[in-house]
């Protein structure tokens, strides 16, 4: 698999650097953004590094694209909010940061006035710890292949 030793996704997928997981099988995993744009943002990433849409491979894009819908649908039975954005970023014009593919799952409320490209803000650990745990509950209960990880 592709990797990247200067990449901080790919550290992340290595076990080298820690994330909040949600779920993890071997082309893709998702975890917890550690500066929420708004509560419960997570992100989905495939494990081969690819630093864009253009760069990944088709297997890999497809098991992120369900590995979306699944910790979304996790999210949205968690904190029901009334919206759910996913976004991409390709390229720093666009407000990509990390150059290792990655999808946003963004919960949404009608006056939260987020803007893409929002100015990322340290979020609070534990606080995002423990709704790791919640939105994983939730994963569990999905008649998947998908096992939610720690
Ligand atoms: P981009 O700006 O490239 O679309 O998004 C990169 C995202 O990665 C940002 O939302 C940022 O908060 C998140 N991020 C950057 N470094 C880390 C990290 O070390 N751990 C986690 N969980 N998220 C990170
Ligand atoms: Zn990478």
Redesign the pocket.
């Known amino acids: 698999m592709t990797t990247d030793p200067d990449c ?1 996704f790919c550290r ?1 997928v290595a076990g080298e ?1 820690p ?1 909040f997981k949600l779920l993890e099988d071997d082309r893709v995993l998702a ?5 929420p ?1 708004n509560e419960g ?1 997570c ?1 989905v990433i495939p494990k081969a590094h690819a630093p864009d849409l253009f760069g990944a491979d088709d297997d890999s894009l497809a098991a992120v694209a369900t590995a979306c819908r699944r910790v979304a649908d996790a999210v949205r039975r968690t904190l029901d909010p009334p919206g759910i954005s996913l976004t991409q ?1 390709n390229g720093p014009a666009a ?4 150059l290792h593919l ?1 999808f ?1 799952v963004i919960p949404r409320r009608e006056d939260d006035n987020l803007l893409f490209n929002w100015e ?1 803000k340290p979020g609070d650990m534990d606080a995002i710890g423990k709704l790791a745990e919640r939105i994983r509950a939730h994963l569990e209960q999905h008649p998947s292949g998908f096992v939610a990880v720690r």
């Open positions: 901080i992340i650097i994330s975890f917890m953004d550690i500066n744009a943002h992100l970023a407000g990509q940061s990390v990655h946003h990322p």
